[in-house]
């Protein structure tokens, strides 16, 4: 029984420790994704308010990779503003992040998340829904741009909100 009382305190110390590390831990790993995800939320905002073009323009690198579907994949931010200039009228794309991972320096990871794409067709209204990932790079200024991102259609979910 004595045996017993002995090991029991160093159990308890030994899982709050852990738990305690732990916790401290969290927001140092919390910290990049959050703000990936804030600046992903940022970009959906942007696009909202100033238009689809103006937002990927505003948040993607100089040296960007674009893999969109159905067509080759392009590279610089040039190349996407020039692609990005014939966007259809009327067209709206809204997106949201679900979650993201980064690397263990903070300064590069990714996100990913669902969009939905809604424009006027020949044969009347067009929606798609879909599920993208953006990859994302920290510049010198504390600033998050995306260095790659691709997107894809699937059916809507029928159990989601819309973004």
């Not at 939905?116 to 993208?132: F, L, R």
């Amino acid at each position: 029984m004595h045996a017993k009382w002995e090991i029991e305190p160093m159990k308890r110390f030994a899982f709050g420790f852990a738990f305690i590390a732990l916790c401290a831990a969290s927001p140092a790993l919390a910290g990049p994704v959050e703000d990936m995800m804030a600046a992903d939320r940022a970009f959906a905002d942007m696009a909202k308010a100033e238009g689809v073009p103006a937002a990927f323009a505003a948040y993607a690198a100089e040296d960007v990779r674009m893999f969109p579907e159905g067509v080759q994949p392009y590279a610089g931010r040039d190349a996407l503003i020039e692609r990005f200039s014939a966007w259809p009228d009327g067209a709206h794309l809204s997106w949201a992040p679900v979650e993201g991972m980064a690397s263990g320096s903070g300064d590069f990871g990714f996100t990913w998340g669902r969009f939905v794409y809604t424009a006027e067709g020949d044969a009347g209204p067009v929606e798609q829904h879909g599920k993208y990932v953006s990859v994302w790079r920290k510049t010198a200024d504390g600033d998050w741009k995306f260095v790659a991102d691709i997107g894809n259609t699937n059916p809507a979910p029928e159990a989601e909100k819309k973004p």
